[in-house]
């Protein structure tokens, strides 16, 4: 089983800095009221982060500590109602789809928990992510939060979107399956047919976010076109107003600044990493990379202008990993040509290899983002051409990471543009529908910032596990995080609405959790 290696657990290392908080949080003597909202019948739209989703996984107890679920029970005490959520079967995450062959688990919904593996901090899956959560099995709603975990904005309006049958085409999401009215319906219709009174609206980053985790691979994931994002939202948008609910809609957060792109360094090849723990080894491999590979490459890359492409490894400092760059030019015919002349029968042999895979190589740096999932893939095995040496079959040590593993500058710099549209969009929806507006793009930039937020005397920030916003797999936010997000939310329907909510304590809920 792969595991993702962590440096330490954060719990007990949230700091303590006094009795400051950044929350005016004391509602002792405030008579709770709704203002000019209606807590009715409040119903949240969304996807994974409405739902409830962390650690990798949609569970029952981070279901149970969803932001939603949060702001309904503070709704409560001004006439809110019921909220009810479609609950998963555990606290194991994962899906079970039954077949005519049996139940088939499907993937990639893994619950993370912290643990150790022989003395070494690690990530592993709770309960050996055994599902019990069975797809097939349609929950009686309706309910009130309607977040489903890799929508999309288009996702919302699309009919069928809950249909069993689409699932394994994936024109369908498992997760809504479980509780759409029927199989043609769509997520915003089951939203009309409720008739809310109030609505919360945060959409639209799985739109950037699923295609900067794929490294903006286009034969992983797409990135919504800006234009396109305006008419599903406008479309969305049109269909809630016509529900004369009033609500409170959030922007997005710019994703490159989550832990799950800034947490894995551009450089972590040393001597210790490449020896497996063993320094000695791990000098020699570098020789060997050097002799065989960088040293070559650096000087028929330097011959051509690009030396800067390839450097030769160092003994006594971190190394870039090596990456490919879609957007370099291709001088593979250039290097091919300069190995074949170079006389090195070793280097001559390894021609083809050379100008095949290194055309569009460089070594990364510290503006590329490297995804936390890609840390499992550094020195695996990649499918090279028969009669390359085994010693040069590493992922980002001696091949290049391939586009998926990798979030280059310009790729990551053209995501945050396109968020920064969509955000455009998002605001202008908002005061057009006369609606309360959360700015988390604005909380995500704070929660970065050295002194991140504070809530009775603990610092969150959003570093990796020891900032404690931030669940294991580092996009989904903890308990705590979700506390803080429905602080954000209550403030801006509080200060629309004249209503007096009290916040939440975000330091009552939980964090990171251990074995």
Same mark, same amino acid.
């Given at each position: 089983?792969?595991?993702?290696?962590?440096?330490?657990?954060?719990?007990?290392?949230?700091?303590?800095?006094?009795?400051?908080?950044?929350?005016?949080?004391?509602?002792?003597?405030?008579?709770?009221?709704?203002?000019?909202?209606?807590?009715?019948?409040?119903?949240?739209?969304?996807?994974?982060?409405?739902?409830?989703?962390?650690?990798?996984?949609?569970?029952?107890?981070?279901?149970?500590?969803?932001?939603?679920?949060?702001?309904?029970?503070?709704?409560?005490?001004?006439?809110?109602?019921?909220?009810?959520?479609?609950?998963?079967?555990?606290?194991?995450?994962?899906?079970?789809?039954?077949?005519?062959? %049996?139940?088939?688990?499907?993937?990639?919904?893994?619950?993370?928990?912290?643990?150790?593996?022989?003395?070494?901090?690690?990530?592993?899956?709770?309960?050996?992510?055994?599902?019990?959560?069975?797809?097939?099995?349609?929950?009686?709603?309706?309910?009130?939060?309607?977040?489903?975990?890799?929508?999309?904005?288009?996702?919302?309006?699309?009919?069928?979107?809950?249909?069993?049958?689409?699932?394994?085409?994936?024109?369908?999401?498992?997760?809504?399956?479980?509780?759409?009215?029927?199989?043609?319906?769509?997520?915003?219709?089951?939203?009309?047919?409720?008739?809310?009174?109030?609505?919360?609206?945060?959409?639209?980053?799985?739109?950037?976010?699923?295609?900067?985790?794929?490294?903006?691979?286009?034969?992983?994931?797409?990135?919504?076109?800006?234009?396109?994002?305006?008419?599903?939202?406008?479309?969305?948008?049109?269909?809630?107003?016509?529900?004369?609910?009033?609500?409170?809609?959030?922007?997005?957060?710019?994703?490159?600044?989550?832990?799950?792109?800034?947490?894995?360094?551009?450089?972590?090849?040393?001597?210790?990493?490449?020896?497996? %723990?063993?320094?000695?080894?791990?000098?020699?491999?570098?020789?060997?990379?050097?002799?065989?590979?960088?040293?070559?490459?650096?000087?028929?890359?330097?011959?051509?202008?690009?030396?800067?492409?390839?450097?030769?490894?160092?003994?006594?400092?971190?190394?870039?990993?090596?990456?490919?760059?879609?957007?370099?030019?291709?001088?593979?015919?250039?290097?091919?040509?300069?190995?074949?002349?170079?006389?090195?029968?070793?280097?001559?042999?390894?021609?083809?290899?050379?100008?095949?895979?290194?055309?569009?190589?460089?070594?990364?740096?510290?503006?590329?983002?490297?995804?936390?999932?890609?840390?499992?893939?550094?020195?695996?095995?990649?499918?090279?051409?028969?009669?390359?040496?085994?010693?040069?079959?590493?992922?980002?040590?001696?091949?290049?990471?391939?586009?998926?593993?990798?979030?280059?500058?310009?790729?990551?710099?053209?995501?945050?543009?396109?968020?920064?549209?969509?955000?455009?969009?998002?605001?202008?929806?908002?005061?057009?529908?006369?609606?309360?507006?959360?700015?988390?793009?604005?909380?995500?930039?704070?929660?970065?910032?050295?002194?991140?937020?504070?809530?009775?005397?603990?610092?969150?920030?959003?570093?990796?596990?020891?900032?404690?916003?931030?669940?294991?797999?580092?996009?989904?936010?903890? %308990?705590?995080?979700?506390?803080?997000?429905?602080?954000?939310?209550?403030?801006?329907?509080?200060?629309?609405?004249?209503?007096?909510?009290?916040?939440?304590?975000?330091?009552?809920?939980?964090?990171?959790?251990?074995?």
């Amino acid at each position: 089983m792969k595991k993702l290696y962590i440096s330490t657990f954060a719990a007990a290392l949230l700091m303590a800095t006094g009795c400051k908080t950044d929350f005016e949080n004391s509602t002792e003597d405030v008579v709770v009221t709704a203002g000019d909202a209606d807590f009715s019948r409040y119903v949240a739209l969304g996807n994974s982060l409405t739902s409830g989703y962390r650690d990798g996984a949609l569970y029952t107890d981070g279901q149970n500590e969803s932001y939603p679920s949060m702001i309904a029970k503070q709704m409560m005490m001004a006439g809110g109602g019921e909220f009810k959520q479609p609950l998963m079967a555990d606290n194991n995450g994962g899906l079970l789809l039954t077949t005519p062959a %049996g139940n088939v688990q499907i993937a990639d919904t893994k619950r993370m928990i912290a643990g150790f593996n022989a003395g070494q901090p690690n990530i592993v899956f709770a309960n050996d992510n055994k599902a019990t959560t069975v797809v097939n099995t349609v929950l009686t709603g309706p309910f009130n939060n309607m977040g489903v975990p890799g929508a999309k904005v288009v996702h919302l309006l699309a009919p069928g979107y809950g249909n069993i049958q689409g699932v394994a085409a994936k024109t369908a999401n498992p997760y809504f399956v479980r509780f759409a009215s029927s199989p043609n319906t769509s997520v915003i219709q089951d939203f009309l047919t409720q008739k809310p009174t109030f609505f919360s609206l945060w959409i639209g980053n799985n739109d950037a976010l699923l295609y900067a985790l794929a490294g903006a691979d286009d034969t992983v994931e797409t990135l919504t076109p800006a234009a396109n994002f305006q008419q599903y939202y406008g479309s969305l948008m049109a269909q809630i107003k016509n529900s004369g609910a009033k609500g409170v809609i959030a922007n997005i957060p710019n994703v490159t600044s989550i832990p799950s792109l800034t947490t894995v360094p551009y450089n972590p090849l040393t001597a210790v990493l490449l020896g497996k %723990g063993d320094v000695n080894v791990g000098n020699a491999t570098i020789d060997q990379l050097n002799a065989s590979l960088y040293g070559p490459l650096n000087q028929i890359l330097t011959a051509l202008g690009a030396g800067d492409r390839i450097k030769p490894l160092s003994k006594t400092a971190s190394n870039p990993l090596l990456i490919f760059d879609e957007n370099l030019a291709n001088l593979g015919d250039k290097i091919a040509a300069a190995a074949l002349a170079s006389g090195n029968p070793q280097t001559m042999a390894l021609a083809p290899y050379l100008g095949a895979t290194f055309g569009r190589a460089r070594q990364a740096k510290s503006t590329d983002l490297i995804p936390l999932t890609s840390s499992a893939a550094i020195g695996t095995a990649a499918t090279l051409p028969p009669g390359v040496p085994a010693a040069l079959n590493a992922r980002g040590v001696a091949y290049p990471f391939e586009d998926r593993y990798v979030l280059t500058s310009t790729e990551a710099a053209a995501i945050d543009a396109a968020i920064n549209s969509y955000n455009t969009v998002i605001k202008a929806a908002a005061d057009a529908g006369g609606y309360a507006f959360v700015d988390a793009n604005a909380k995500m930039v704070e929660l970065n910032s050295a002194s991140g937020i504070q809530w009775d005397g603990v610092r969150y920030t959003a570093k990796f596990v020891t900032g404690g916003a931030f669940s294991l797999d580092g996009v989904h936010l903890t %308990g705590r995080g979700y506390g803080i997000i429905a602080n954000e939310f209550i403030k801006a329907i509080n200060a629309k609405y004249k209503s007096t909510l009290p916040l939440v304590s975000p330091n009552s809920y939980s964090g990171i959790t251990f074995p």
